[in-house]
């Protein structure tokens, strides 16, 4: 069964930086894509950023450049590097792989 646990929200102001990190265990995702999805209060959960096998990174539009997804496959762990942040981007933020979810993350951005 895979598990994963996220970590690395917290409050933080407009214009700031967070990474976020979800430790994978119960399998090694060197193959397998893992992704991260947002949601905050009142909305759908939204597919913010996947990187799939072997460094493929795919980034909703939304984005425009100020997120990244990375992977450290010795320590399987996928981040999310998250700049320029704003109030918008307050959520919940979750990562996902193989079906199964996170517990998440809160992230809160203050203007």
């Known amino acids: 069964q895979v598990q994963l646990v996220e970590s690395g929200g917290g409050l933080v102001q407009a214009g700031g930086s967070l990474r976020l990190s979800c430790a994978v265990s119960g399998t090694k995702f060197g193959h397998y894509s893992v992704g991260w999805y947002r949601q905050a209060p009142g909305q759908q959960r939204e597919w913010v950023a996947v990187?799939?096998?072997?460094?493929?990174?795919t980034y909703a539009e939304f984005m425009k450049g100020r997120f990244s997804i990375s992977k450290d496959d010795a320590k399987n762990q996928v981040y999310l590097q998250m700049n320029d942040l704003q109030p918008e981007d307050t959520a919940v933020y979750y990562c996902?792989?193989?079906?199964?979810w996170g517990q998440g993350t809160q992230v809160t951005v203050s203007s």
């Open positions: 996902t792989s193989l079906n199964q």
């Open positions: 990187i799939v096998g072997a460094d493929r990174p």
